[in-house]
Structure formats: C-alpha cells, structure tokens
C-alpha cells in the first residue's frame, strides 16, 4: 500500500506555509483519499507555524530551528530527508518552490528514490499517473513509475490552496542531524514588491509587445512615454509584465529598449508559460510562437492596430483594433480614479 508524505515548508514570515506549500497539501489529500493511502505532512519552518488556516487529517511531522530559517541546501537537505525517513512514504509531494525545487532530486537520490518535476495534476485509479509538459508546453504526457519512493515536484497554480479547520493532531517533532555548514545567509537583496514586474499570482498578465517601441503615425518613437504608461498600468492593476520576443532582443541589438524588461519576462514557445486567469496583449502581433505561450491564460484580449493581426483570427476573445498609446492612458486615468 502506498503512503503519502507531503512536504512543506514556512514563507518569508517563518510563521505560515507558503502557498505553494499549501497547494501540495491539497494534492497529497487528494492523492490520499483516492488511495485510501495514509497521509503525513512534514514542516520545515524556523519555528512554531500558525496552522489557522488549517490541515488535513495528517500525521504531521516538523523540523524546526534557527539553522531552518533561510534557504540553505545543506539544512534543506537534511531536513526534507529527516521528514521522509520519518514518515517512511513511498510517494513523495513537494511545491516547485525555488527552496524545494534546490534540494528535492538531492533528496530523492540520499533514498535511493526517482523524481519527477513540473507535475500538474496527478490521476489514475488504482495506480497513480502524474501529468507534465514537455518541449515548451507542446506534448502532454502522463507517466507512472514502479520506483519507490517517488517524489513529485508540483508545479504552483494547479491545484487549490488547502483551507479547512485547523490540524488537530499534535505535531511530531524529527530530530536532524546537521552536516557542517559552509554557507551563512546574510541577508536578501530583492528588489521592491512594487519594483517587480513578475507577479505570478497576479490576477492579469498585461503584455508589451514590440510596438510600443517602433515608429508611431507622427514617425517618431516614444520609449519613456511607453515605459511610464506600461509601469503606471503595472502598478494600478497590480499586473504581471510579460513580453514578446521581439521586445526583449531589441536590448540584446543595441536599440532603445524598456529597460524594466528582461528576457524572464518572455512568454510564448521559447519563453515562459504563465497561468493569470486574464491577459491583455498590447502592440504586440500575437504571433503563433508568443501565443503558444499564452496556453493557460483563460480570459484574452489584444490592443493593437492591425485588424489583421494574430488576435484578431481567434487567438483572442476582444480585440481593440486601436492605438494602445491614448488607450492605455485613459485606463491608466480610470484605474487612479478607482483606486
Ligand atoms: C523558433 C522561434 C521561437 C520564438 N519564440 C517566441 C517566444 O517565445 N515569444 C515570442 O513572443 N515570440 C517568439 N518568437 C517570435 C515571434 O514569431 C514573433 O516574431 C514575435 O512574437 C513578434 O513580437 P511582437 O508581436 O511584439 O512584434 P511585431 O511583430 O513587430 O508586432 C508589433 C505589433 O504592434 C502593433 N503596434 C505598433 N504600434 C502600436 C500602437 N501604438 N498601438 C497598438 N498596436 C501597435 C503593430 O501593428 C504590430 O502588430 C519566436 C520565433 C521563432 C522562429
């Protein structure tokens, strides 16, 4: 018989779980309940955790202590492998979270385990079938393994935050043996909440296609009239930037180019593959290879001149055939008075 260890781990406050964490708690319940397999979740926090927004009936198990408090591989190695000595499970779930997704394969191999990543959903009846993409969101496939114990790095966004009464079973505390440590954290260097303009858990992806640099009717480019807008809708909206691949190598071709923009901010076949509910693509052509990126966006709309553009062929649910330039300002406008 199978069972289940959930691994998760404190955000940045050290006293709830991620999100992402969460996610994974809800995929192990699943996974549980359609097993009928039992369920234990391990925590790797610097301290107590506030389970107010509650867990599954679970066995839970933590690693807790200062030397946890920060991303370290040597301390997240050893406490994700005390977990899963601890719970002895054959399948093994953690979130994508740049912390697991560092050590999880690490870990899978100290117990002589398999790996697999990017999961997006995990099936089957009696057995279990895990589902992930492969070549750039292309092929689907789903895979089973014999191989025990398992681990499934989740990928975030694809499954519902757990949220349910608060765990009442007592927490188990696993003792780590710490290897020496070579690393010290002093501290993150990241840039403002505000200054970032990759936000996956935005509600919309707003994105800037190349034409926001090119030549206008008066003949002229307008990069900082451009910049200021698409940051001003940024901000009110609380947006995600993405980008066509035309916009980010123009930086790379000695052009003017936004400089708020890097190639991180890609969407499409050779960029990333976002899951905002709603998009709005602005002066950009929605071409076929930018728009295979936009596969999980649900809602779709596209400011941009040429009727004959990409959106307008069913690649979008509205089109605006319009200047984006005056558009995105009257938006701007109505958001500042909304707000
Ligand atoms: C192998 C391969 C992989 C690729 N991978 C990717 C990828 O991952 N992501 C990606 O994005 N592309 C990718 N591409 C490139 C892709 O095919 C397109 O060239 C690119 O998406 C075009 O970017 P764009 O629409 O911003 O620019 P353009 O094609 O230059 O379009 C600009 C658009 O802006 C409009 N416009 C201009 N001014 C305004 C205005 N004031 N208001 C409204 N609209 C305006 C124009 O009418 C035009 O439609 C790939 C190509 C290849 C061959």
Redesign the pocket.
Known sequence: MESILVLTHADETGSALTKASLEAVTAGQELAGRLSAPLAIGIVSSGPINLSKGLPSARLLAVSGEAFAQPRYATDAAACEALCRAAAATIVLAPASSRFARVAAGVAHRLNGFIDTHITAIGGTDTVEVTRWFYRQRVEAVLTRDARPWFLLLDAGTHAAYAGVPAAAPVEEIKVELPAQRTTVTGIRAPRQDEQTIRPDAKLLFVA????T?K?PDGQIHVSEAAGLILGFLRAANASLG?????VDQGGEGNSVLPFLTHLN??????ATPRHPKGLA?????????V??WRFIAERRA????PN?GWTRGKADVVYV????PVVAKVNELLAKGN
């Open positions: 296609g190349a034409g926001w090119k206008q980008s066509s691949k035309s916009l890609q969407i499409g076949q050779t960029g602005t002066c950009c052509h929605g071409e076929e290879p930018h295979v990126g400011i941009s001149l040429d553009c319009a200047d984006a330039f």
